[in-house]
């Protein structure tokens, strides 16, 4: 089962998100016409980026959560008519009809545990030559929260898929991408300490964590982890990826 989110509150809290996703769009070449799938789009801050950038052309905004296609379809009211909201699991092959020019994402692939299936599914609606260009947690992302919630509870550390380059790369040449370039980089985030970093956490981090907890005991998990961290700063690790759908 996909997890539903809070979605008003991410969109709330998501300004590093949005902030990674200015820089996958700069990796992005578009003439402005073209026929873009947002794979996971949130509440739609990086969507309407894209669409700024999109004049001419159109998008198909993706995510499995419905709050999340229902904030991204108000924000965007203006662009109403160049975008198509579906809720759809990336872990399936994609409602889509007819194939796009390029797909972009952000923040989105390290929630799904089978990456050979999600870049087939990409791969099938796109075009010969097109681009994917993505970001994702990676390598050792949030390595410092993952080792303080080993000591709690049963200490389960989430379903979570922090893919390394070497193994991503091998994955899209399977699935038919050429151009592959994959690459780690570290982005240490802060945040105002007490209730901006608590509500990040509870919404951003430990969402499925709360969900395996009775209602009464997730406010102080939350206080907990955060407590227990020695600053208020999450260790980011993203996996950076850019290839281009073969002409096969």
Known sequence: MLRDWDARTY????????????????RLPLDG??????????????TEMLADRLP????????GSPAMIEAARERLARFADRIEFIVADLREPLPIDGRVDAVVST????????????FGHLAAVMRPGAWLVAQCGGGDNIASVQRLLGTLGDGWLGDLNFQRPIDTVRRLDAAGFVDIECWLHDEPTWFEPGEPFETYLRTVILGAHLERLPASE??????????????PMIDYVRLNIVARRSGR
Do not use: K, M, N, Y
């Not at 016409?33 to 990086?46: I, K, T």
């Not at 102080?220 to 955060?226: D, G, L, P, T």
């Open 33 to 46: 016409d073209e026929r873009v799938l947002d794979a996971g789009c949130g509440s739609g801050r990086v």
């Open 56 to 63: 001419g052309g159109c998008i198909l905004a993706v995510d």
């Open 218 to 231: 997730r406010d102080a998990f939350v206080h907990e982890v955060a407590a227990r961290l020695p600053e």
């Open 11 to 26: 969109d709330r809290v998501a300004d590093p998100a949005a902030r990674w996703g200015t820089l996958v769009l700069d």
């Open 107 to 118: 923040a989105t692939f390290h929630w799904i545990a089978d990456h050979d299936a999600l």
